[in-house]
């Protein structure tokens, strides 16, 4: 049995992992995989032989089996640290501007990577995306362009990011509502929760069984929500380890709270940013998230636990985004058909 006819391969090289997929007509996924060799990961901390290496052993087989598929990337990739720099747009932007600024990489596989461009915030403090730009762009795909926006896109991970896109009024009237992305925020949580768990002392009395303790999750947020101590994060991190000494804690539950209390100081500081109004709002900010499906879902629990409604979780964001870029960039022609097809057993998850 052959899945569907492929049409572009689409990969989200971040720092901690590779996300390849082979995608199909309207960025349905025909194949996918999921591989830790993310920017961090790579030898020699990736450089260009170590990316053209990864690539290959990922997308070797597809490219053989239809050589003429365009490659497009986002993610650090494009960072300084990446395989190749693409330069960063200035906020605000207009999204989809995002699709005319591509950065090609020539493969030794005689192949061109397009890869997508980041973001920068310039301020006393400047801010850059890479990669979640496009989970933007993918979490926006169908919305009706006749409708404003007025969204807080949250994209949780490794480095956490809170997005506010708002539609302004094109004065051309070549499309309705044009979506531009105004201002994020970055927290580092993900990392700062790995480090924390795997290389300080708070982990030593962890269990490394991977159950949830929902409670546990709870307790962390609920600590961070009241404000029981104002002595700030680095102070209440160490109840990690104290409630565990005295037996209020057990092994199981302590990295869900340590999740419990970093997540909760990250929506703390969304709402002293003035990014995320409170819940009690009158007028209250859409929410949307976008990544990892149960990361996506303990962030909902979150907000939700925060007195927030129910955030919507857009499926599939980052295929989504990389298929409509492409399709903006002129990548895919849609009128064509490709001859070739994929046995879906040959995928390597």
Request: glycine share 8%.
């Amino acid at each position: 049995m052959h899945a569907p006819q492929a049409q572009l391969i689409a990969l989200d090289w971040g720092t901690s992992s590779l996300r390849a997929y082979l995608l199909g007509a309207q960025a349905t996924v025909i194949e996918q995989r999921h591989l830790p060799w993310g920017l961090m990961q790579l030898p020699e901390r990736g450089n260009a032989r170590a990316f053209e290496q990864a690539f290959a052993a990922v997308c070797g087989a597809w490219l053989s089996a239809a050589p003429a598929l365009p490659v497009i990337a986002a993610g650090m990739i494009g960072s300084a640290q990446g395989w190749r720099e693409a330069p960063y747009l200035a906020l605000p932007v207009d999204v989809a501007q995002i699709s005319q600024q591509l950065t090609r990489i020539e493969t030794s596989l005689g192949k061109v990577i397009h890869v997508i461009p980041g973001l920068i915030e310039h301020s006393l403090l400047p801010n850059v995306i890479r990669g979640e730009e496009t989970q933007v762009i993918g979490a926006l795909h169908g919305r009706s362009p006749t409708v404003p926006l007025n969204l807080l896109i949250g994209l949780p991970g490794t480095h956490s990011k809170w997005v506010r896109v708002e539609s302004r009024h094109d004065a051309c009237r070549l499309r309705p509502w044009p979506a531009w992305i105004t201002h994020f925020d970055t927290f580092m949580t993900g990392e700062v929760y790995a480090a924390l768990r795997h290389h300080t002392i708070l982990g030593r009395t962890m269990s490394s069984e991977t159950l949830t303790d929902d409670a546990a999750f709870a307790r962390g947020l609920e600590v961070m929500r009241a404000g029981v101590t104002q002595a700030g994060l680095l102070s209440t991190l160490f109840s990690c380890r104290t409630l565990g000494l005295t037996g209020a804690l057990r092994p199981e539950a302590q990295a869900d709270y340590l999740s419990g209390l970093l997540i909760g100081h990250e929506l703390a500081g969304l709402q002293a940013l003035s990014s995320l109004p409170p819940a009690t709002s009158p007028n209250p900010l859409p929410i949307v998230l976008a990544g990892n499906a149960a990361l996506c879902r303990r962030y909902q629990r979150a907000l939700t636990l925060y007195g927030y409604a129910p955030a919507e979780i857009a499926e599939q964001a980052a295929a989504g985004g990389l298929w409509q870029v492409a399709q903006q960039a002129g990548l895919i022609d849609l009128r064509l058909r490709p001859t070739h097809s994929t046995d879906k057993g040959s995928s390597h998850d």
